[in-house]
Every structure is written in structure tokens, then in C-alpha cells.
């Protein structure tokens, strides 16, 4: 079964710092668009960054610029998000997504992910 494994979540402070790491099952994912996606409580899953497979073009959503990145190493056939300055509105579900070779763009914000994990918790509360 293709799937993804995250790991890492926690609970920490506001302003705290979390490593979150995506590993995959069935599949090479150094081929593979990658994407970190969250779910807040009674709300939708949103993409929060995502990183692609060919030049290594990122995207983050407008509020966590500047305090997330995402990263790959390919050795080691993992990915990352390391978020910094976290805060309470971080809080949530994060899952990591794969997209196919295939089904690829430069534009991974637009592509469809297709594998998933269980999710990891972040809780960022006082």
C-alpha cells in the first residue's frame, strides 16, 4: 500500500519550534511532488507547503511564510517542515501527501495529492 508516515508532532509553547518528518511506504519519494496539508479542529484540511520534484520549487500559505520551511533529502528518501515561532493558530493535524511523477508540476500547489499518512498532532498552547 502507498502511503506516507509523518512524525514529530507535539505539544509546545507559543514560539516554540517543532521538526515535522515524512517518510515513505511503497514508493520512492525523491520522484514524488510533497506537500505538508493541516487540519484544524472544525475546519477543512489546508495546504500549508509543499515542495517539487524537479527544481525544488516551494510554496507556503500566507501565514506561516517566513516561519515554516520545507525541505527534502533525497539520501535519505525523506521530507521535512521545520516550523519556528509557532503559534496557537497552528495548531491541528498535519498530514504529508505525495504526488506521482506523473501527475507532477513545477506549480505543486496546484496538483493533486494522492498518497497519505495517519497525520501527526501539533498543539501549540500554553
Known amino acids: 500500500q502507498l502511503q506516507t508516515m509523518e512524525s514529530g508532532g507535539g505539544l509546545v509553547q507559543p514560539g516554540g519550534s517543532l521538526r515535522l518528518s515524512c517518510a515513505a511506504s511503497?514508493?520512492?519519494?525523491?520522484?514524488?511532488?510533497v506537500g505538508w496539508f493541516r487540519q484544524a479542529p472544525g475546519k477543512e484540511r489546508e495546504l500549508v507547503s509543499c515542495?517539487?520534484?524537479?527544481?525544488?520549487?516551494?510554496h507556503y500559505v500566507a501565514s506561516v511564510k517566513g516561519r515554516f520551511t520545507i525541505s527534502r533529502d533525497n539520501v535519505r528518501d525523506m521530507a521535512y517542515l521545520q516550523m519556528n515561532s509557532l503559534k496557537p493558530e497552528d495548531t491541528g493535524i498535519y498530514y504529508c501527501?505525495?504526488?506521482?511523477?506523473?501527475?507532477?508540476?513545477?506549480?505543486?500547489?496546484?496538483?493533486?495529492?494522492?498518497?497519505w499518512g495517519q497525520g501527526t498532532q501539533v498543539t501549540v498552547s500554553a
Open positions: 501527501g505525495a504526488v506521482p511523477p506523473a501527475l507532477s508540476s513545477r506549480h505543486c500547489a496546484d496538483d493533486e495529492y494522492d498518497y
Open positions: 511503497g514508493f520512492t519519494m525523491k520522484y514524488y511532488t
Open positions: 515542495i517539487n520534484n524537479s527544481d525544488g520549487g516551494t
